[in-house]
Nanobody, 123 residues
Framework: QVQLVESGGRLVQAGGSLRLSCAAS????????MGWFRQAPGKEREFVTA????????YHADSVKGRFTISRDNAKNTVYLQMNSLKPEDTAVYYCAADPRGDYRNSGAYNYWGQGTQVNVSS
């Protein structure tokens, strides 16, 4: 079992930056990959970015490439999402997810989910 707790969401102006954190507990953190997804009102949950357990490989959605960076600190059991150059269309609830089996970009591959943290980007 893995428990996930996200934090860091808030209201920010367009063009600003924000860092989300996701603290994990329950299993050896470095043994599993992590992902970030988001869901805007009236839309389906979508893949944002993911990272392997070692941190050596990352994956990004085209919409966030060059603006968002995922990283992890295995000593702190925490994964981060650094978001720069934020746009109003980035407004969503952001979820972290753990332990993907298969395609890191597929939400159905993940076994564990956090409760989500709200990010609002004003224009």
């Amino acid at each position: 079992q893995v428990q996930l707790v996200e934090s860091g969401g808030r209201l920010v102006q367009a063009g600003g930056s924000l860092r989300l954190s996701c603290a994990a507990s329950g299993r050896t953190f470095s043994s599993y990959g992590m992902g970030w997804f988001r869901q805007a009102p009236g839309k389906e949950r979508e893949f944002v970015t993911a990272i392997t357990g070692s941190g050596r490989s990352t994956y990004h959605a085209d919409s966030v490439k060059g603006r968002f960076t995922i990283s992890r600190d295995n000593a702190k059991n925490t994964v981060y999402l650094q978001m720069n150059s934020l746009k109003p269309e980035d407004t969503a609830v952001y979820y972290c997810a753990a332990d993907p089996r298969g395609d890191y970009r597929n939400s159905g591959a993940y076994n564990y989910w956090g409760q989500g943290t709200q990010v609002n980007v004003s224009s």
